[in-house]
């Protein structure tokens, strides 16, 4: 059973709206939450990095919040341009310091249209 | 600014063929990875490689498979005799730390997409 899931599969957007993604989590305890961007045909790209002692880690237009006790995060993107289209990928890194015991959740594919 | 490189960017090889998936990670880091992700599918582990061994490795990662260091800046994955469901793209990652909770940034690569036909 995937141990993360990430909500909706996929959306579309306007240029220049906000939008909100989920992540819901069982991995217990663990020790850093992560989101990551993935454009089609590239590598994950690293976006916020939260302990599961912070609530909330901003970069950008990008804002990620944590709320240990429902294990649910979200990743909220500000304004979106046409560069913002990707899979987002939330990863649940449990308290075993193990990179192999990483989990992914299966992404969320955004579009941000003109 | 130092990013992961991959070669080649795609494979296409036939069944129960060898193939070898190149990296270049960055400089200074000490420790690597390879991932995979089947079209549609989520991002796995396959391995992890520090001080010239493998540190970790996942279920995925049998006998098929081996990595190798063979000078001072390529990491490489070899698969011995592939298989149609090792169609794949695959990721090679970097990271200064080996520590999950040293919240060290791990690098991937933009990938190798291996078609096995």
């Known amino acids: 059973k995937n141990q993360v899931e990430q909500s909706p599969q996929s959306l579309i957007i306007l240029e220049g709206k906000n939008c909100t993604l989920q992540c819901n989590y069982t991995v217990s305890p663990f020790s850093n939450l992560r989101w990551y961007k993935q454009d089609t045909g590239r590598g994950p790209v690293s976006l916020t990095i939260?302990?599961?002692?912070?609530n909330t880690k901003s970069n950008g237009r990008y804002t990620a919040t944590l709320d240990a006790d429902t294990k649910q995060s979200s990743l909220h993107i500000t304004a979106s341009q046409l560069s913002d289209s990707a899979s987002y990928i939330c990863v649940v890194i449990p308290l075993t310091d193990s990179w192999g015991k990483l989990q992914f959740g299966a992404g969320t594919q955004v579009v941000v249209t003109p | 600014e130092p990013e992961v490189t991959q070669t080649p960017s795609h494979q296409v090889t036939q069944m129960g063929q060898e193939v070898i998936l190149r990296c270049v990670p960055i400089s200074n880091h000490l420790y690597f990875y390879w991932y995979r992700q089947i079209l549609g599918q989520k991002v796995e582990f396959l391995v992890s490689f520090y001080n010239n061994e493998i540190s970790e490795k996942s279920e995925i990662f049998d006998d098929q498979f081996s990595v190798e260091r063979p000078d001072g800046s390529n990491f490489t994955l070899k698969i011995r005799s592939t298989k149609l469901e090792d169609s794949a793209m695959y990721f090679c990652?970097?990271?200064?730390?080996?520590?999950?909770?040293?919240?060290?940034?791990?690098?991937f690569g933009p990938g190798t997409r291996l078609t096995v036909t």
């Open positions: 990652a970097s990271c200064y730390a080996g520590g999950t909770g040293s919240l060290y940034e791990q690098y």
């Open positions: 939260m302990t599961f002692s912070e």
